[in-house]
């Protein structure tokens, strides 16, 4: 059983802020961007805001590891996430965080270095590849739509077995795993 499936991914020639700034209502919009670091948030704020042509008028941003988010359920419209790097067994979380704050049929507008995570809590309606043209260091886009009401935990909240591994099998929360295939 497959969580999403797709025929093709498109090649995005524009920013990932322009793509972002597509989705995005500056007027009405309830907005939150999410990154690891200060700058990074500070940065595509601003370069949303420039794509846009106007300030968004509810805009938050976070800055940090994205494993619990100090968010209501369901607050936000649009969650414009560059999701942090991470191994294979722990780059769903800040996935499942963002689908839980943003509202139901909102949008998330996700960014990854690699590979795209996934859950039953969202659809995925598009995927980009990025920075293709300019032979820039490779990274995945993808436009989604909440599609369940929000949960905050630390976990997928409508998991099943087939899409995460049984405990025993996880590794342990302070082990980091490195994928040296793919650096």
Avoid: C
């Amino acid at each position: 059983m497959h969580l999403h499936e797709h025929e093709d991914t498109h090649l995005w020639e524009g920013s990932f802020a322009a793509l972002a700034a597509g989705q995005i209502d500056a007027a009405t919009d309830d907005v939150l961007i999410l990154a690891e670091d200060e700058s990074e948030v500070r940065r595509l704020h601003s370069d949303i805001v420039t794509e846009l042509g106007t300030p968004i008028a509810h805009a938050e941003t976070y800055a940090g590891a994205q494993e619990e988010l100090p968010f209501d359920v369901d607050t936000f419209d649009v969650t414009v996430q560059v999701n942090p790097s991470r191994s294979p067994f722990k780059r769903h979380q800040p996935l499942y965080q963002a689908s839980a704050v943003t509202r139901p049929n909102g949008t998330i507008v996700y960014k990854a270095p690699r590979s795209l995570a996934h859950s039953e809590a969202v659809d995925i309606d598009t995927i980009y590849a990025l920075n293709w043209k300019h032979h820039e260091t490779p990274a995945l886009a993808a436009l989604m739509t909440v599609s369940l009401e929000g949960t905050l935990g630390k976990t997928n909240p409508t998991a099943t077995a087939s899409h995460t591994r049984p405990s025993h099998e996880q590794p342990p929360e302070t082990e980091e795993t490195t994928i040296t295939s793919f650096a």
